[in-house]
Structures are given as C-alpha cells and as structure tokens.
C-alpha cells in the first residue's frame, strides 16, 4: 500500500512538471527535437499516473469489500467510506486525464498546421486547472483511504488483544 501511494505522488509530480513542460515548450520551444516527442514522454508518464491512481483505489476497495464480508458484525461503514472516497476521486482524475490527452492531440494539431492555437490555449488552462483539482482529490482519498484501513486494522488488533486476555 504505501510503496503505490509514495510512487503515485511521485509520479504526480512528475506529470505535473510535464505538463508545464508541455506548455512552455508550446510557447518557447525548450525540446530540441520535435514537439510531438516530448508530448508522448508526457503522456506515457501522466496516463501511467493516473491509471496507478485509479488501480489503488478500485484495490483498496477491494480489499475492504472482502475484509467486511468476511467480517460482518463491523458492517459496512468501511465500504461506504471508500465508495464515498471513490465518488469524490473519480470525475476530476478522470476529466484530468481526458483533458490531458486533448491537449497533447491538440497541440500536435497545431504545429501540424491542422488546428488553431486558441484551442490549446483553452484547453491548456483547463487541463492545469483539474489537474490541480485532481491532485488535491487524489491527496484526500489517499488520507481517507489510509484512514479507514488503520481503522480497519484497529478494529481487528483489538479484537485480537481482547482474545489473548488472560482470563
């Protein structure tokens, strides 16, 4: 659990630093070979990001849908935490990722000569707004995830310091 979570936040900033990456190099060209080149680096980078990302949270969840089947007196509020977790995850990693690949397409576009600049830009923006919305999405979960699974791990220690009672 915590080797995937300290890589997604390392792999977050690199994606970050991607794209701004992408940015300037659509405005000053700073990559010396072609444009596209340092697009698909990018987008190998933030789409393995993104999808490590997701691939945590739909394990956690899971890992705790079994936990709480298998252990049924507890309920299942630690199931509805990670869904509640999940819905709140989900559409801005999502719509990161698919702004993101516009943007690269977008920016291809252009210097192909087949779009007009003002859609980058556009999208450009909006592509660094949600990822910063999503990455502060993404740090919450990663919380609240690690909170409901010390929760968890709580519930079951006490049950077994209570079973080694002496009597």
């Known amino acids: 659990m915590w080797f995937f979570m300290i890589t997604s936040y390392i792999l977050v900033i690199l ?6 990456l992408i940015g300037i190099n659509h405005y000053l060209n700073i990559w010396a070979t072609h444009h ?9 980078i933030f789409i393995a ?6 691939f945590f949270f739909v394990g956690a969840g899971v890992n705790v849908k079994e936990y709480t089947q298998a252990n049924q007196d507890i309920g299942d ?16 990693t999502l719509m990161v990722t698919i702004l993101f690949m516009i943007m690269v397409i977008l920016d291809g576009g252009f210097f192909l000569g087949k779009v ?17 919305k999503a990455t502060g999405a993404q740090h919450k979960a990663f919380i609240g ?10 519930t079951e220690r006490q049950e077994k310091e209570q079973e080694n009672l002496p009597l």
């Open 145 to 154: 995830s690690t909170n409901i699974v010390l929760a968890m791990t709580k």
């Open 15 to 20: 994606s970050g630093i991607g794209i701004i």
């Open 36 to 44: 596209i080149t340092l697009d698909l680096f990018v987008s190998i």
């Open 116 to 132: 007009k600049e003002w859609w980058f830009h556009i999208v450009y923006v909006l592509t660094l707004y949600y990822y910063t």
């Open 49 to 54: 990001t993104q999808t490590l990302v997701i």
């Open 77 to 92: 509020k630690f199931y509805k935490g990670i869904l509640g977790i999940k819905r709140k995850l989900y559409p801005p």
